[in-house]
């Protein structure tokens, strides 16, 4: 009724009426609607004048070539899309990588698109040109010459054959010339010890693959000692349980929880100080068993039993064992020896005939030169792919030598550490835009080629001292003429050298033969009883260091920044620790016991004092970390890396004794001072336990033997709401061998290049906003001094039921015909609901734009970091949610690659980036629909699991159970 | 120029002389006096036969339906039945038209004596001559009007004429646009003006006696309203059309024909676009494909210089893009020529007929949708090996373009 309404009367005085308002808001609204109805901007179509063959805007041309990021030496494949190189995959051929990578490995194309590389030579400190640079050092080297001063070169490990020859001649110009090699981790105790054992100094190269039970001291060889993807890739194939109830052992003793102690079947922890001492009681046991006398152990560092089990194990597969050690004393490496040795190992899974090239570092004779530089005895130094004046332990007194050295060139592709004191920088290239070869293992060789022009006026290392030797500088020329005289005669297949030629670079590799003329079997000749009373000297040194001032300190490499040479590359240092889940800086890993004991919590910022020397970090604490050490990560801590990289951490490396002429990996008698404050760590998983629910299920060898679906009983009722859905056509799956996986986050990076996933930043991660489409979970379990440690890559599950679906009010996120769980941009306004909803917690949300925004400054915000984005991915914006899409746009490109060719695509045709780059061979996907594929047959396994499935969201990505080859007496 | 004085210019003139001659034979006073009785005998003149009514009735009808609804019409045109029952309605209409004017002229005496009114009659049969030939001769017909007609009726009447559109079309398209502007501009000084006139003159005498009555006031009301679902209908077209650019021509840095090329000399496609099978990209050709004729051919050209300078100065040359997806989709030209076997007229128009470059299409989702509702993607009992390969790359999951 009109008369019960009020009628509030006109306020005159107000000023605005809603009338006016509503006259504004309509103007505001048709001026806006006015506004994005202006033509759509106007973009630019710029063809090449004249296209070269082979080159076709939108489609990829591979190159093979050889990674640059570690000496490893893995071949590798170059994807370039529109003249650049976008991606790099594992090279199938090479007896190295065999098609897989590393983390690093991937990440290195970003590297070639760092900011910071230097765009041309500097000459004292100034930006020259290359002209002015070769008549300077051309000036300064006929000067040495000529008065017979000495020249030292200072190279990190180098694997090229073509490159040590241009070594070999540039010494014999210059007579009074020496080069020696520095490696910031070096494995120099290992070949002294190979010397006195068996008269080679030679790294053996390590069969894994052949061996039934394995033994780790300390070494992290599936994470980054000596050639982790070859090793991890080995080591996985040992362990495959499809033959059925066939896999190695794998004990390991250790320091600090390394990614290869949490793989192993059985690892304890012991004090860096006394891995001698397990080394000594090992043999003990084993040269008991075969007769032969051998200087008796002192006090046991650890459980005895279990010692024994290992020693039972290794002598029961004699020939087909193998014990590897990882630390730099030459005493220890003796004992290993003599054991591998006594077990027949020898000449079966260690390889000395066919040695390792993949680290040659001396620490000795580094040390010498440094002496020689402080006496004033060297006259010129070339510093070519090292930076000892941040990775030597003795950087400072590097850095006071140098001053000593009137004339230094470095070949650093940026102003770094050492290369800020030199006289001349003469930057390489990368190893993207070089020629070289790489001989990793004698007999394994593998080429190097440009895929893309240098993008700088920078000019090759090779090429320089090539031009400083009177020559025109090229490169190519150079290594198709070394390999013309050199590699050429050595095979026999073909009968041309320029088929030859031709051939090697298409591979990317050449197998040589193997040599006839092995030479006689090696025999151990080491002094045995100097080298265990060395052992126990310092044993007893530790000891009495430990009663005066407690700590030991264990330093570690992480996966991701190794040395810390990639330190500028953010997606590595945006890459969590698969052992620790931590990003962006290291830490000091304490035991939760010791911690306990000092009330230390996470985070809690501590002064580590060793030798003069202090270290600045927060606290982690770490499960499994031996009660009294310490592990620090190196690789951090730069100063002149660059953007990304500098203040990143704390430096580690002055903190490392170096002892006898080795770098030692452990410090004794480390005081740790409390300092009051708290730092927050940029951690991505903040809980470690599965508080007992079958996350990860596992199960021990002899219970699969039993039963081969030991451990994965649990199969809850399933009930559902909705209609099956038709599975036509396709339907892709996924399944990961959990009995596979280590953890090493190779597919974490392999997926970042592939999905142009961006880099969030620390402070980012520390508010759990990282963006990876797959994650590694890692869960403890146990005792928490001897944890059981599991991996779980995470992903999308592409759930049938998918309960992120039902709740999104805009139909962004919809189920496709074959299977997937699509996510579309376009549609998503950001309600993240559906991240909300999702039990596998897999979804990830643009809180920002990411690209194109200086407060993310790390590849995204410039023209040259943008380059190594994947054009057919979207770069995600603000405000919309994103995850894993099973790589869609591969599944696109394979299935139009099936239809030009007119048949379905093959099994394996398709592999997702994770698939593609996993060393492990753990991830695999396919066709469901495909009875006879790999994924069908092992979601057919009885092993075969889908997470947290009494939710029933019937995920088409599943697991397959983690088996343990736990020693008899723990079965 | 010669383009401009027919389409640009030409329009306006036959507007004018046709306002013009509306204003002064309705407006002078002498005139309106006599009107009602000229009119009426006018349209006795012109009322001829039934075949002439219904034949230009309808055939009027359409180009105005078409005209206000252009989308539609290329929505229809788009499954060819549907166009072949369009061009063969108006090609009837067309034949039963000319003959009712045969007729017409036959019977009535003073039409022929009349100058103006015989050379009204010889330009509509010119026009409905050319229009006939057309829907024989060309598939595209009724999709010229919707696409190359319309917008550059539309440029006239926002009064920048762009001549662009209609430039490139072959010439019987063209008689047929200037033999209907020519007509409407004789109109005026004919009895066909009265006899059309004769119906608004009726409803006036009509709504005179009726001014009184009740009746007035609804017819008003129904108006107001018919005109306010009117307008809210052109305002939804016209927002469903944000962000879309069809008819976008711009001006290219060469004044490249490929009504020429691909036109008259039958280039194909795929000569300069080699890309379109192999890669996402069509791509446009590299300078080098150009000179692989242009090295002897026309090379005193202007615009074969310009190309030449380029190559000479090693200068690249900047296309301006036509086409426009939005970075969010990923479309491979592959997947379609290829893949799908899908003409490149499908979606790009009849570039063969272009001078410059237009977007013909809509390029929107749900353009997109329309095909890929109908084709590769049918039920899985009907497909063939083909289809169900394509089936699997195409289809309407979100996640086969948006990735």
Redesign the interface.
């Given at each position: 009724m009109a008369s019960a309404i009020t009628e509030i009367p006109d306020r005159e005085d107000s000023g605005q009426s809603r009338r006016d308002f509503l006259k504004l808001m309509g103007f505001s609204v048709g001026a806006a609607?006015l506004a994005?109805?202006t033509?759509?901007p106007?973009?630019?179509?710029?063809?090449?004048?004249?296209?070269p063959e082979g080159l076709?805007?939108?489609?990829e041309s591979w190159y093979a070539t050889t990674c640059g990021g570690c000496p490893a030496g893995c071949g590798l494949l170059a994807k370039d899309r529109d003249g650049r190189p976008i991606k790099v995959e594992g090279n199938p051929r090479s007896p190295i990588s065999r098609g897989a990578t590393c983390a690093v490995g991937q990440a290195t194309v970003l590297s070639l698109y760092d900011d910071q590389r230097l765009r041309g030579p500097r000459l004292h400190g100034r930006p020259a040109t290359w002209e002015e640079v070769d008549a300077f050092v051309d000036e300064r080297l006929a000067a040495i010459a000529a008065r017979g001063g000495a020249l030292a070169l200072l190279t990190g490990t180098i694997i090229s054959p073509s490159s040590r020859a241009l070594i070999a001649a540039f010494l014999h110009r210059f007579p009074n010339a020496r080069h020696v090699v520095h490696d910031a981790v070096s494995l120099a105790a290992l070949r002294e010890a190979n010397r006195r054992s068996f008269g080679r100094p030679v790294l053996p190269r390590f069969r894994f693959d052949r061996a039934r039970v394995i033994v780790g001291l300390e070494a992290d060889f599936l994470g980054t000692w000596l050639s982790p993807v070859e090793l991890a890739r080995a080591w996985a194939d040992g362990r495959r349980l499809e033959k059925p109830a066939e896999m190695a052992r794998h004990y390991q003793f250790e320091g600090g929880l390394s990614l290869t102690g949490s793989n192993a079947d059985r690892r304890t922890g012991v004090l860096p100080s006394q891995l001698g001492l397990v080394a000594l009681a090992l043999l003990e046991r084993v040269a008991r068993r075969a007769g032969t006398p051998v200087p008796a152990a002192a006090d046991l560092p650890c459980d005895a039993a279990l010692l024994d089990a290992a020693a039972n194990d290794l002598w029961r597969h004699r020939g087909e064992s193998l014990v590897v050690c990882g630390v730099n004393d030459p005493a220890v490496q003796v004992v290993v020896n003599r054991l591998n040795f006594l077990l027949g190992n020898v000449g079966r899974t260690l390889d000395l005939t066919h040695p390792s090239w993949q680290r040659q570092g001396d620490d000795a004779a580094v040390a010498e030169l440094m002496a020689g530089m402080e006496r004033g005895e060297i006259h010129g130094l070339l510093l070519w792919g090292v930076n000892p004046a941040y990775d030597h332990p003795q950087a400072e007194r590097f850095v006071r030598a140098l001053g000593n050295v009137p004339f230094k060139v470095s070949f650093a592709e940026r102003v770094d550490e050492t290369a800020m004191h030199a006289d001349a920088v003469c930057p390489d290239h990368h190893e993207l835009e070089s020629w070289g070869d790489a001989e990793p293992v004698a007999g394994a060789l593998s080429l190097r080629q440009p895929a893309i022009a240098p993008l700088f006026d920078t000019r090759a290392a090779a090429a320089s001292l090539l031009r400083w030797l009177g020559g025109p500088g090229d490169v190519y020329a150079w290594l198709r003429e070394h390999w013309r005289r050199e590699i050429f005669p050595r095979q026999s297949r073909w009968a041309r050298f320029d088929d030859f030629w031709d051939h090697s670079l298409q591979d990317g590799v050449c197998e040589l033969p193997a040599e006839d003329d092995v030479g006689e079997e090696p025999v151990d000749r080491a002094d045995l009883q100097a080298a265990a009373a060395e052992i126990l000297a310092s044993h007893r040194e530790a000891l009495a260091a430990r009663r005066e001032s407690g700590y030991e300190i264990r330093f570690y490499e992480k996966v991701g920044l190794r040395d810390g040479r990639h330190a500028n590359n953010p997606w590595l240092q945006e890459l969590p620790d698969p052992v620790t889940r931590i990003t962006w800086g290291n830490y000091a890993c304490v035991s939760p016991l010791l911690a306990a004991d000092l009330g230390l919590v996470e985070g809690d910022v501590v002064i580590l004092r060793s030798g003069g020397r202090a270290l600045e970090l927060p606290v982690h604490l770490q499960p499994g970390q031996p009660r009294q050490a310490i592990s620090v990560a190196l690789g951090y801590g730069r100063t002149r890396a660059g953007k990304v990289g500098d203040g990143v951490g704390g430096n580690a490396f002055p903190l490392m004794p170096f002892r006898n002429g080795f770098v030692r990996g452990h410090a004794i008698g480390v005081r740790l001072e409390k300092t009051g404050r708290r730092e927050k760590l940029a951690a991505v998983q903040l809980h470690d336990s599965m508080e007992g629910r079958p996350i990860v299920r596992e199960a021990s060898l002899d219970e699969i033997r039993r039963d081969p679906a030991a451990g994965n009983e649990e199969r809850p009722p399933l009930l559902s709401l909705w209609e099956e859905r038709p599975r036509?056509?396709?339907f892709w799956g996924m399944a990961i061998d959990l009995n596979a996986c280590l953890g090493c986050g190779a597919c974490v990076v392999a997926c970042q290049a592939e999905n142009n996933v961006a880099v969030v930043g620390r402070d980012e991660v520390r508010r759990g906003r990282e963006m990876h489409w797959i994650r590694i979970d890692r869960y403890h379990s146990g005792e928490v001094d001897e944890p059981r440690t599991v991996y779980q890559p995470m992903m999308c599950q592409h759930c049938g039921n998918a309960p992120c679906e039902t709740v999104c009010p805009v139909l962004a996120t919809?189920h496709?015909?074959?299977g997937?769980n699509?996510?579309?941009?376009?549609?998503c306004v950001g309600t993240r609901y559906c991240a909300n909803n999702c039990p596998y917690k897999v979804r990830r949300f643009n809180w920002f734009d990411y690209a194109d925004n200086d407060r993310f400054d790390y590849n995204m915000n410039s023209d040259l970091g943008r380059m190594v984005l994947n054009p057919?991915?979207?770069?995600r914006s603000r405000g919309v949610m994103e995850k894993c899409?099973l790589c869609?746009?591969r599944i696109?490109a394979g299935?139009?690659a099936?239809?030009?060719a007119g048949s379905?695509p093959a099994d394996g045709d398709i592999r997702t980036a994770c698939q593609q780059a996993c060393p492990s061979r753990a991830i695999v996907f396919g066709d469901l629909n495909d009875p006879g594929s790999e994924v069908s047959r092992r979601q057919g396994s009885p092993r075969f699991y889908r997470l947290l499935e009494e939710l029933n969201t019937r995920p088409v990505v599943g697991y397959l159970t983690r088996v343990r080859n736990l020693p008899e007496e723990e079965a | 120029m010669r383009d401009f004085f027919l389409f640009g210019l030409a329009p306006y003139v036959a507007a004018a002389c046709l306002l013009g001659a509306l204003v002064w034979r309705t407006l002078s006073p002498r005139a309106r006096k006599a009107l009602p009785e000229v009119c009426r005998e006018s349209a006795a003149l012109y009322r001829g036969a039934m075949l002439w009514r219904w034949g230009l009735g309808l055939l009027l009808l359409g180009h105005a339906v078409a005209f206000l609804m252009p989308r539609s019409l290329l929505l229809w045109d788009r499954s060819p039945l549907r166009l072949v029952l369009l061009e063969g309605a108006a090609f009837l209409a067309g034949l039963a038209g000319l003959a009712g004017l045969a007729l017409l002229l036959r019977r009535s005496g003073r039409l022929r004596k009349s100058t103006a009114d015989l050379l009204l009659l010889t330009l509509v049969a010119v026009v409905m001559v050319s229009g006939l030939a057309m829907a024989v001769l060309y598939r595209w017909g009724s999709q010229w009007y919707a696409l190359s007609l319309l917008p550059w009726f539309r440029s006239l009447l926002a009064l920048r004429p762009d001549v662009s559109h209609v430039a490139p079309l072959p010439p019987l398209v063209r008689l047929h646009v200037l033999a209907g502007m020519a007509a409407a501009g004789v109109l005026p000084f004919t009895r066909a003006f009265y006899a059309l006139a004769w119906p608004a003159v009726l409803l006036g005498e009509r709504i005179g006696t009726l001014r009184a009555s009740r009746s007035i006031a609804a017819a008003e009301a129904m108006a107001a309203l018919a005109l306010a679902v009117f307008s809210g209908m052109l305002l939804m077209g016209?927002?469903r059309r944000?962000?879309v650019?069809q008819g976008?021509a711009?001006a290219q840095p060469i004044a490249f024909s490929h009504r020429l090329h691909a036109g008259k000399y039958r280039v194909p496609c795929l000569y300069c676009h080699f890309?379109a099978e192999?890669?996402?990209?069509a791509?446009?050709?590299?300078?080098?494909?150009c000179m692989n004729c242009h090295g002897q051919l026309k090379v005193a050209s202007a615009e074969v210089q310009k190309l030449k300078e380029?190559?000479a100065q090693?200068r690249?040359?900047?296309?301006?893009?036509v086409h426009?997806l939005?970075?969010?989709?990923?479309f491979?030209h592959?997947?379609h020529v290829?893949?799908g076997g899908v003409a490149c007229q499908r979606c790009h128009g009849p570039v063969e007929a272009m001078e410059r470059v237009s977007q013909t299409a809509l390029l929107t989702m749900g353009w997109c949708l329309d095909c890929h509702r109908k084709e590769g993607i049918m039920p899985?009992s009907q497909r063939t090996a083909k289809g169900?390969?394509?089936?699997?790359?195409g289809?309407l999951?979100?996640?086969?373009c948006?990735?």
């Open positions: 609607a994005s109805c033509p759509i106007e973009r630019q179509a710029v063809p090449l004048l004249s296209q076709l805007p939108g489609v036509e056509g396709h919809v496709s015909s074959d997937l699509q996510q579309v941009y376009n549609r057919d991915v979207v770069v899409s869609v746009q696109q299935k139009l099936a239809e030009v379905p | 016209a927002l944000v962000g650019s976008y711009p890309a192999t890669s996402r990209h791509g446009i050709p590299p300078a080098g494909i380029a190559v090693r690249r040359l900047r296309w301006t893009k426009n939005p970075d969010f989709v990923y491979s592959s997947q290829r893949g899985a169900r390969a394509s089936a699997a790359t289809g999951d979100c996640g086969k948006h990735y």
